[in-house]
């Protein structure tokens, strides 16, 4: 290329690891602020409201409504702007809203709604942030992308996990003191994912601008032109309304009343969990680049069926424990080797916008399986919630087997 040819952008700068240590903390504080939103909706509903099943499940479905929307266009403001600048300014928005929590249950108290509306507020805030967060991800890596996913799934669980220890702490601390530490959470993300270079994360400019709608059905037709990213999309959705559902709900209620769990015992089983998972993940890492990766995603689905049937019998607690930690590991192997899959197969032009359908079908099932879970438990019992996910998991193996190619098909690592 001539000096001063304007006509031709210059080589994007490499990633330094200053650049992925940034966006690996910013990415783990941020989700340590996530779990701790989670872990503080589901308690304030289940431990200090009592509310029923059916009341718990449509919480968590008006509470991911306005994410789900706003991570499609997350997706699509992703590819055409500069993701560093883009987390920064969701970091500092996330700062705000716990601090006004706290300032509304000391004033009026704690109610059905303020929880929906504060739940609303995150995911709004994490919905949006999610497609950008996930596609910078290759402008920070040195290219290996399978181990470099893994890697950053496994530290952000784990630092995480802090976020949900804290919620395990409420009883101790107390609710305001908990919700000013979610607040510290997010606002030093968004130093850590300052330290990411600038001119890394500078998007040329489009040929077009954002054009949000038609940009959002240029996504879904290079999705369904990809049959892969397409089958595991698909499926992952299918396996994550009763997976990711059976979790925000069935377990909550299966730990306080079948076991007469606290808040304290919920935060450990939710840490046995997240540390299956992380495990897992480490585990994974051993056998990186993998060729059969849809595979492995199917047969999660059988040991799923297996780890479903333990839970419904409500075992001992000790069995219950191994269970639970089983599960956290079969999530982990699922979920990552699903993200593996969609992010090394989507085009590079589209990979903001397909990373936020994939994301939103992860994000939006749970609150759709914790609403017809929730009200499988009101009419059934806490263990019937456990049963669709067990049948659905069977399903899932057989279609995946018979109807895609993802037992045969082989990885190529990029």
């Known amino acids: 290329m001539k000096p001063g040819n304007l006509d031709h952008p210059s080589d994007p700068p490499q990633p330094r690891r200053q650049d992925f240590a940034g966006y690996l903390t910013g990415s783990a504080l941020w989700m340590a602020g996530i ?3 989670q872990f503080l909706v589901t308690w304030m509903l289940v431990g200090m409201l009592a509310e029923p099943g059916t009341r718990v499940g449509v919480a968590q479905l008006l509470i991911a409504l306005p994410g789900f929307a706003l991570m499609l266009f997350g997706g699509s403001i992703g590819d055409r702007r500069d993701g560093r600048r883009l987390l920064i300014q969701m970091h500092l928005l996330a700062f705000l809203p716990p601090l006004a929590m706290v300032l509304f249950v000391s004033s009026v ?3 059905y709604g303020l929880v ?7 995911g709004a805030l994490a919905g949006f942030s999610e497609p950008p967060r996930a596609a910078l991800l290759n402008r920070v890596t040195y290219g290996h992308i399978q181990r470099t996913v893994v890697l950053t799934t496994a530290v952000s669980a784990t630092i995480g996990l802090g976020g949900t220890w804290l919620g395990g702490r409420i009883d101790a601390f107390g609710l305001s003191w908990v919700l000013v530490c979610q607040a510290m959470l997010f606002s030093t993300g968004a130093l850590a994912v300052a330290a990411i270079a600038p001119g890394l994360t500078r998007m040329q400019p489009a040929a077009h601008p954002v054009r949000n709608l038609a940009d959002l059905r240029d996504g879904f037709r290079v999705l369904m032109q990809t049959p892969r990213v397409r089958d595991v999309i698909g499926l992952n959705f299918l396996s994550s309304i009763f997976n990711a559902g059976a979790w925000f709900v069935v377990y909550p209620f299966l730990v306080t009343r079948s076991y007469d769990g606290d808040a304290a015992l919920l935060a450990v089983l939710t840490i046995v969990f997240f540390s299956g998972s992380i495990a897992s993940n ?3 890492l051993r056998f990186l680049p993998m060729a059969r990766l849809g595979r492995l995603f199917l047969l999660m689905q059988i040991t799923r069926v297996a780890l479903f049937a333990i839970l419904w019998a409500e075992p001992p607690l000790w069995l219950m424990v191994i269970a639970t930690i089983g599960w956290g590991m079969n999530m982990g192997i699922t979920s990552t080797t699903a993200r593996i899959m969609v992010q090394s197969g989507a085009p590079e032009a589209h990979r903001a916008r397909i990373l936020s ?3 939103l079908g992860t994000v ?5 399986g914790a ?3 929730g009200a499988v438990i009101d009419l059934a019992g806490v263990r019937a919630g456990f049963l669709p996910g067990l049948l659905v998991s069977i399903v899932i193996f057989i279609v995946g087997l018979m109807a895609t190619r993802l037992w045969t098909d082989r990885e190529l690592d990029s």
């Open 282 to 284: 480490v585990g994974l």
């Open 116 to 122: 929906i509306v504060f739940g609303i507020v995150i």
């Open 364 to 368: 939006s099932a749970a609150p759709l």
């Open 109 to 111: 108290g704690l109610s």
């Open 371 to 373: 609403l017809i879970l």
């Open 35 to 37: 779990n701790l939103q």
């Open 357 to 359: 359908i994939f994301i």
